[in-house]
Every structure is written in structure tokens, then in C-alpha cells.
């Protein structure tokens, strides 16, 4: 199977089971509080790879005068229309984000939460994105960290990435299985001697250090645990490299940050 197919049907299966309802919080609320300037703005705006469509929900309807365009790769798509079908103001699009089926030159602004890092070229969807942007105008991006500079989480990301090359031969259904069965044991290894740790000044430090620190039950992890072992393609990425990508790609004024109590890069910046 083409592994971009492979790709879209993996995620296809996983939004497939996200409630079809609409939210108030999601990736879109977090990215937010700390960027610097509001992510939604001017008449039109791209989701890129929306999955299930929850930000995209978030944004059109707390921005009812903004267009948006939300795109992906899987059947999640079809999830975002459902889910924004009492909106007047979203248009999803099924499709490859290396070549959307969009014309120069005609967005506002470019959102994308964890996506472009399971695209066969990073730098490729970025490119693409730029192409599609006004100019001066901004994209906003969460990636996932090669954590290089963490030798306990950096350990971590090799295993997963070993245990991953024999998992993506397995069918969705199964590993979706295995992640519900594995969530517990996670969370007892990892999350929960990582929130005991947070409680004191002294092991904050460490705490934020030690993977899956961010689970929120036993069975919260289940959608992370799927999302490493899932997809046929995960790309990593430190400060320095995400820099020179985003200038490389024609962008300018590019910020780096993290968000809080998840490992990972939020990145920025506008089109030249």
C-alpha cells in the first residue's frame, strides 16, 4: 500500500472513533494561550491535515467572519463537515497536504497541529503551505521534538521507533486494541511518577523530563500509544533545524517555543 494511503487510513481509523460532536478546548486553545498573536485572522484561513476537525469547529465558530478551509488526507475529513455542518464558514477538502488543490496566494493565515511530521517531506507541506499564504501573512505549527538534548526521552523515541517498525505491518484495529491494553501500564510507569514528582520544587525539573508525564487516567494514553505506533512515517526536529527550515521556505520573523506539559515545538512565522 502507497504509505501515504497508509497514512490517511491509519488516522481515518482513529478520528473514526473521537465522539462526532463539537468541543470548546482542543489543540487550537493551547496553542493560543501562549502565541503571541491571535492565530485566527483576516477573511480566510487553512487547517492543515484537521484530522477529526475540532479546531477547525473551534476556530470557525468563535470566528463566524473567517473562512476556513480544512483539509486532510484521511476520512477524519469527513468528520470535520459533520461536525461543522451548522457552520456557514467551512469548506473540508480531502487531500494530500504535499499538493492541495488550491490556487497562490489566498490565506491569511496556515494552522496545523502535529501533522506535517508524518508527511513523507516536511519541508515539502511548508513549501506548499507558503505557496498558498499572502504574503506577510502567518503560519502556526505544533512538531513533534527530537529530544537530543534529553537522553531519557531521547531513549525512549528510539524504542518506540523500533517497537513501531513492526507495528505498522499490524492492521488499526489491532493496535488500537493494544494501545487500550497498554495505557494502563504506561500510565503507572511513567505518568504517575512523573505527577508525583511534580508536587515538589525539587523534582519539577525531573518530572517534566520523564515521557508520557502528561496522561490524564489509566486509559488516557490509549490515542498517544496509537499515534506513535500507527504511523507509517514519524519525523523528529530540534530548535536549530525547525530555524533553517522555516527561513529556507520563505518564512520570516519565526518564533520557537514549547507548549506547557507537552513535548513537542510551536513554531511560527510569516511569509516574505
Not at 31 to 41: A, D, G, K, L, W
Not at 76 to 85: F, M, N, T
Not at 101 to 123: Q, W
Not at 151 to 159: Q, S
Request: hydrophobic letters at 45%; proline letters at 5%; a positive charge.
Amino acid at each position: 500500500m502507497n504509505i501515504l494511503k497508509k497514512t490517511g487510513k491509519s488516522y481515518g481509523f482513529l478520528w473514526s472513533k473521537n465522539p462526532d460532536v463539537a468541543v470548546e478546548k482542543w489543540h487550537f486553545s493551547a496553542m493560543q494561550e501562549i502565541i503571541r498573536e491571535p492565530i485566527v485572522s483576516g477573511v480566510m484561513g487553512i487547517d492543515v491535515g484537521c484530522g477529526c476537525g475540532y479546531d477547525t469547529f473551534i476556530m470557525a465558530k468563535n470566528n463566524p467572519g473567517v473562512k476556513l478551509v480544512s483539509v486532510d488526507i484521511s476520512d477524519g475529513v469527513y468528520d470535520a463537515a459533520r461536525i461543522s455542518r451548522k457552520l456557514n464558514n467551512v469548506r473540508p477538502i480531502k487531500c494530500s497536504i504535499l499538493d492541495m488543490p488550491l490556487k497562490e496566494n489566498i490565506f491569511d493565515f496556515a494552522y496545523s497541529f502535529g501533522v506535517l511530521h508524518h508527511t513523507t517531506s516536511p519541508k515539502k507541506c511548508l513549501l506548499e503551505i507558503n505557496r498558498i499564504l499572502k504574503k506577510n501573512k502567518p503560519v502556526f505549527l505544533y512538531l513533534y521534538e527530537d529530544h537530543k538534548d534529553d537522553p531519557l526521552k531521547y531513549i525512549a523515541v528510539k524504542i518506540i521507533a523500533l517497537i513501531r517498525s513492526y507495528t505498522v505491518m499490524l492492521p488499526p484495529k489491532i493496535i488500537f486494541i493494544l494501545s487500550w491494553l497498554f495505557s494502563p501500564f504506561v500510565f503507572m510507569l511513567f505518568t504517575l511518577p512523573a505527577k508525583i514528582l511534580n508536587n515538589f520544587k525539587s523534582t519539577q525539573k525531573l518530572s517534566s523530563k520523564i515521557p508520557f508525564n502528561f496522561g490524564r487516567g489509566i486509559f488516557s494514553l490509549q490515542g498517544d500509544l496509537y499515534d506513535r505506533f500507527s504511523a507509517p512515517i514519524e519525523c523528529r526536529f530540534g530548535r536549530q533545524e525547525l530555524y533553517d527550515m522555516f527561513v529556507e521556505c520563505g518564512f520570516s520573523v519565526v518564533n520557537i517555543t514549547k507548549l506547557n506539559g507537552i513535548a513537542g515545538w510551536v513554531v511560527w512565522g510569516h511569509k516574505l
